[in-house]
C-alpha cells in the first residue's frame, strides 16, 4: 500500500528484524559477514560495500526521495564526488550554479583544473538560465536551490527540461530542504544529494551524505562509484541518521512555522537592511518557491545597516543562536558567511555574488518561536543603537 513521506519517514525498517522480532531495527558494526560454505556467500559480505544498517537508511531514503534506490556515503562531499564520477565522462562538460556550496565548488573547480571535465559557472536563477543550458549542452547540469546563502530560487521544472532536451542529466543539491520540503525527483532531476549532515539527520552530531537515483541502472552506478572511491557511511552513523529520521517531518514543521514567526518580527527593524527569505511576497523567487516547494524553508539571511560592526553587536550576545556554520540541526545557528562558511572566496568575488560585510545567515532550530524573536530583536537593537 503506498505510503505518504511523513509515514515512510516513522516506519521504513520498522519491524523488518527477523532474529529477535526488534522493533526498531538492530545495528551492524561487523566490517565482514561469514560465508555458509565455500562459494556460497550471504547477502553481505564486506560493510565498505555493503552494511545492513546502511541499506535500511539507504532504503528509508529512496523511498522518501521517490527513487529507485539511494547510496548513503560518509559526507555529504562523498555524495557529491560519487554522483560527479557516476554522471560524467571524463573530458565531458558540467553546469553548475555560479553561488553552489564552498565544497561543491572547490571540488568541481579541482577536478576541472586537472582536466577531468569543462566546467561552466552560470546563474541559475536567472530568466536564460534555461537556454544557457541548452546552448552548453552539458553531460550533467548540477542544481542547487535554494541558494547559499542569498536563498535565490532556480526553476527546476525549466531546467530539468533544458538539460534533458540535450542528454544532459541533472543532479540537485537538496541539502537545504529535505525530501520533506522539496522533491527534485518528481521535478525530473535524475539524482538527488543532500548532506544528511543538515536536516536529515537533524541534530548536529553526524556527517554524512546520500544520493538517490531516479532509476535502477543509474543508483547501481552510484552504488558502484562510492564503493570504488571507499565513500560508503558506517554502520554506527547509518543507525543515528535513521533514528533523525524518524522525527524529520514533524521537526520541519516546527522549523518552518518558527522561520516565518522570525521574518515576520525582524521585517521592518530599523538594523535590517535587507531581508532574504523565498516566503516573502517581494522575494524575486517567491512565486517559483510556492510551486515547486513544500514550505519556504528554515534559513534565513538578512543584512544589517552598519556592516561588520553591526554583525559583531548583533551576533555577540545572542543567547537562543549559537555562532557556527552548518545548519539543520534542532538548535538555531547564526553565522556570518563573509567571515565563516564563505571566506575562503576572496572580497570581490564575495560582492560580485552579492554577498556583503553585513550579511548575516540564520539556521532557525525548533526552540520556543517566542524565545528566538526575543533573542534577535535584542540583539538587532544592540546593532541599531551602535
Ligand atoms: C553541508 C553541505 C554540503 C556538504 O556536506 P558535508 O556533509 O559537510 O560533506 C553540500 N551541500 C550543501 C548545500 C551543504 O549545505
Redo the contacts with the bound molecule.
Sequence with gaps: MPRSRATAGVRSGIDSDTGQRSVVPPIYLSTNYRFAGLRQPGPFDYSRSANPTRSLLADALTELDGGAGAVVTG???GA?TTALFACVPTGGTVVAPHDA?G??WRLLDALASRGQFTLELTDLTAPDAAARVREVAPDLLWI?TPS?PLLGISDLGALVTAAHAVDALVAV?N??CSPAVQQPLAWGADVAVQ?S??YLNGHSDV???VAVAADATLAEQLRWWANCLGVTGGGFDSYLTLRGLRTLHVRMRQHLENAAAFVAAVSGHPAVDRLYYPGLPDHPGHALAARQMDGFGAIVSLEVTGGEPAVAALVNGLTCYSLAES?GGVESLVCHPSSMTHAAMPLDVQAAAGLRPGLVRFSIGIEDADDLVADVLAGLDRAASL
Design positions: 559526507s555529504g562531499m557529491i556550496y565544497g561543491t542547487e547559499n543539491d541539502t537545504f548532506s549532515t543538515k556527517i554524512g551524505g545548519l
